[in-house]
């Protein structure tokens, strides 16, 4: 039983990983229609917005998961707390 429970806890740990790293509500591939989302950073500093049909990723976006928009928000948006990777550059 050990044998089969330990590389299928492994496959769910990598599986969360490589869906972008969402804790709680998925990232869609593009934000819904009638919503918008807005990107913070930990330091709660807005990095992107992102309207109906435009897609929800974002090159430099990683590991967002869902929190509550502020009270000035309307219902239509969705907010997400997000981990900026830093541009490579090219030497």
Do not use: H
């Not at 869906?19 to 593009?30: E, I």
């Not at 590991?63 to 541009?87: H, L, M, N, Y």
């Amino acid at each position: 039983m050990k044998r089969i429970l330990i590389p299928l806890v492994i496959a769910l740990a990598l599986g969360s990983v490589v869906s972008f790293g969402q804790v709680g509500s998925k990232l869609p591939s593009k934000v819904p229609k009638g919503k918008t989302y807005v990107y913070y950073d930990s330091k709660g500093k807005e990095l992107r917005r992102r309207k109906s049909g435009q897609s929800a990723r974002s090159n430099n976006i990683t590991d967002c998961a869902q929190i509550p928009c502020p009270s000035t928000f309307g219902p239509d948006i969705i907010c997400w707390k997000c981990v900026e990777r830093p541009s490579t550059v090219k030497q």
